[in-house]
């Protein structure tokens, strides 16, 4: 079985602009959730999507937004970026997206702004 | 490989020895806890896990132990290899379905 695949990996971008992030979760697998991971604040909770709905949120600005598709793929997205967005984004997928189900995350997109 | 953090705890291990991670929760109500080994360029990988009604949980070369009075859970690993060089994470959770992350130690095992 496949495992979670995000793209790009790698990702880098100016103050100002928008990006936006893409997961595809372990098939058979309805819940996403996305992570910010930095040395300064570790991993954090950006949001989670369940059948095409955000059911839980972080507590990071609305500059950061993201969806669920029918597939179960997500993408997030940050506009106006800012120097403190650099990081490594982390999804994870699991069946229910209860965190007593156990969560696979992909490898990340290092995303890295100037 | 990716860069996990720069300042992050680390303890250092002689190949063969045993290795403790320890790691301070932060909310008394959470119920259940969870160990992530996170190597470079990958994303976390699920350890083992613990609900608070336990104390103790073993897996294959790894326990787990839960000190609720203290907030306190710990990862110890058995025969620390090199390939169990990384950084390890621990997680709890408190009835949100959101994770919470501790901050890491990285570990690194020389021989």
């Known amino acids: 079985k496949a495992g979670v695949t995000q793209t790009p990996r790698y990702l880098i971008k100016t103050r100002g602009q928008q990006v936006t992030l893409s997961c595809s979760p372990i098939s058979g697998h309805r819940s996403v959730s996305w992570y910010q991971q930095t040395p300064g604040q570790g991993l954090q909770f950006l949001f989670e999507?369940?059948?095409?709905?955000?059911?839980n949120k972080g507590n990071f600005p609305g500059r950061f937004s993201g969806r669920q598709f029918s597939n179960s793929r997500s993408e997030m997205n940050v506009s106006t970026l800012e120097l403190g967005d650099s990081a490594l984004y982390l999804c994870?997928?699991?069946?229910?997206?209860?965190?007593?189900?156990?969560?696979?995350f992909g490898p990340g997109t290092r995303l890295t702004v100037l | 490989g990716e860069s996990v953090g720069l300042h992050l705890p680390t303890l250092s291990v002689q190949e063969g020895d045993n290795s403790i991670i320890n790691c301070a929760y932060s909310?008394?109500?959470?119920?259940?806890f969870i160990w992530y080994k996170q190597e470079s360029g990958k994303g976390p990988q699920f350890i083992i896990d613990?609900?608070?009604?336990?104390d103790k949980r073993q897996g294959q070369r790894v326990t787990v132990l839960l000190n609720k009075t203290v907030k306190h859970l710990s990862l110890q690993i058995a025969a620390t290899q090199p390939g169990d060089s990384a950084v390890y994470f621990c997680?709890?959770?408190?009835?949100?379905?959101?994770?919470?992350f501790g901050t890491g130690t990285r570990l690194q095992v020389f021989p």
């Open positions: 997680a709890e959770n408190y009835n949100t379905d959101k994770l919470i």
């Open positions: 994870a997928s699991s069946r229910t997206g209860s965190a007593y189900n156990e969560q696979f």
């Open positions: 909310n008394s109500a959470s119920d259940y």
């Open positions: 613990i609900r608070s009604n336990m």
């Open positions: 999507y369940f059948s095409e709905t955000q059911r």
